[in-house]
């Protein structure tokens, strides 16, 4: 049974830090892509950041230089560093995962929502000005 479970999750001021991480177990194989998405109250679920399994990464605009993706293959875990949080980054943050075959190599980062099999219970993060 897939799973994916996030923590790291807190409240914080403005400027501050916190880095989520992703524990995936279950999977058969150990090449999937991964992806950060998070839902703000109201609002729609939107992606931060990806990585395919050729290690390319890809990050929306809002976080640009302020939040990074990356992976520890030995422990199937993956982490979004978040520097210099804001109060626009308060949100519900969703880890999820799409295992790679020979039909779908995810050789690319995945932004899209849909794209993903695989998602975590999510982590809230707020940030207070």
């Known amino acids: 049974q897939v799973q994916l479970v996030e923590s790291g999750g807190g409240s914080v001021q403005s400027g501050g830090s916190l880095r989520l991480s992703c524990a995936a177990s279950g999977y058969a194989g150990s090449r999937y892509c991964m992806g950060w998405f998070r839902q703000a109250p109201g609002k729609e679920r939107e992606g931060v950041a990806a990585?395919?399994?050729?290690?390319?990464?890809w990050s929306a605009n809002f976080v640009k230089g302020r939040f990074a993706i990356s992976k520890d293959n030995a422990k199937n875990t993956w982490y979004l560093q978040m520097d210099n949080l804001q109060p626009e980054d308060t949100a519900m943050y969703y880890c999820?995962?799409?295992?790679?075959?020979?039909?779908?190599?995810?050789?690319?980062?995945?932004?899209?929502?849909?794209?993903?099999?695989?998602w975590g219970q999510g982590t809230q993060v707020t940030v207070s000005s």
């Open positions: 999820a995962a799409r295992p790679a075959s020979s039909q779908f190599a995810c050789v690319v980062p995945l932004a899209r929502a849909n794209a993903y099999t695989d």
């Open positions: 990585m395919g399994t050729g290690g390319g990464t």
